[in-house]
C-alpha cells in the first residue's frame, strides 16, 4: 500500500485559499487519491478523489501531476468551518485495501478570524 | 441526502459486559465498515463485511468482536466482553460498490462507547 506523508497541521485565516499537500512515492498504476474530512466527535466526510490532472466538485479541488507522487487538496476562500482533520488516502479504491489501509495522522487546518 | 445512521450516539457500559452498537447504512449500499477511534487518536480500520459475511478484519477485530446483519437494514457490532480499552468512538460506514469510482465510504455520526 502506499505510504501517505502529510504536514501534521496548517493555520489559515478566512477568505484565503488553502493548499495541502500530500506526498505518496510508492503509488501504484491502479491507485486512486481520496481525501476525507473529520470535525471532532464526527466521523469522517468524503471530499474528493482522483486518479490524475484536476479534479472539482464543489467543495475543492484536487490537484495530481503527471508523476502522482503527490497531490495537492485546494480549498477555496476557507471559512471558521473548514477547521477539520484533512486525510489523505491512496489505494485501489479505498474499500479494496480496506483491512490494511487506515487513516493516518491527517492535517489538521486551523482557520482563524 | 442519504445518510448512515448509528444509534445510540452515546453507550456507557461496565467492564466485562456486552454492548451491540447499532447502525443503518445507506439502502442501496452493499459493503459496510466498522471504525474506531480512540480519543486523540487515529480512525482504525476493523472490519468491512459483504453478502453477509466478514470480507476483512484488522488485527484489533479479535474473538471479543462480531458483526452482523440480523435483517435487511440494520448491521451491527458486538462487543462481549468490554475492557477499558474498548473505550473509543465507534463509527460504521457503507458504500456502493468495492470499484474504483463506487467505493467512496459514508460514515455515520459514530457511538462514543465508555466503558467503566
Known amino acids: 500500500l502506499a505510504k501517505t506523508t502529510q504536514p501534521i497541521s496548517m493555520d489559515s485565516y478566512e477568505g484565503q485559499e488553502v493548499n495541502i499537500t500530500c506526498s505518496h512515492n510508492?503509488?501504484?498504476?491502479?491507485?486512486?487519491i481520496t481525501w476525507y474530512q473529520q470535525f471532532p466527535s464526527q466521523g469522517p466526510r468524503f471530499i474528493i478523489q482522483?486518479?490524475?490532472t484536476k479534479v472539482t466538485n464543489e467543495v475543492a479541488s484536487l490537484f495530481i501531476p503527471a508523476d502522482r507522487k503527490s497531490s495537492t487538496l485546494s480549498l477555496p476562500r476557507v471559512s471558521l468551518s473548514d477547521t477539520a482533520v484533512y486525510y489523505c488516502?491512496?489505494?485501489?479504491?479505498?474499500?479494496?485495501?480496506?483491512?490494511?489501509?487506515?487513516f493516518g495522522d491527517g492535517t489538521t487546518l486551523t482557520v482563524k478570524p | 441526502e442519504p445518510e448512515v445512521t448509528q444509534t445510540p450516539s452515546h453507550q456507557v457500559t461496565q467492564m466485562g459486559q456486552e454492548v451491540i452498537l447499532r447502525c443503518v447504512p445507506i439502502?442501496?449500499?452493499?459493503?459496510f465498515y466498522w471504525y474506531r477511534q480512540i480519543l486523540g487518536q487515529k480512525v482504525e480500520f476493523l472490519v468491512s463485511f459483504y453478502n453477509n459475511e466478514i470480507s476483512e478484519k484488522s488485527e484489533i477485530f479479535d474473538d471479543q468482536f462480531s458483526v452482523e446483519r440480523p435483517d435487511g437494514s440494520n448491521f451491527t457490532l458486538k462487543i462481549r466482553s468490554t475492557k477499558l480499552e474498548d473505550s473509543a468512538m465507534y463509527f460504521c460506514a457503507s458504500s456502493e460498490g468495492w470499484g474504483l469510482l463506487t467505493d467512496t465510504q459514508y460514515f455515520g455520526p459514530g457511538t462514543r462507547l465508555t466503558v467503566l
Open positions: 488516502l491512496v489505494g485501489l479504491g479505498w474499500g479494496t485495501n480496506a483491512g490494511k489501509s487506515t
Open positions: 482522483g486518479y490524475k
Open positions: 439502502s442501496n449500499h452493499l459493503y
Open positions: 510508492n503509488i501504484a498504476t491502479n491507485d486512486y
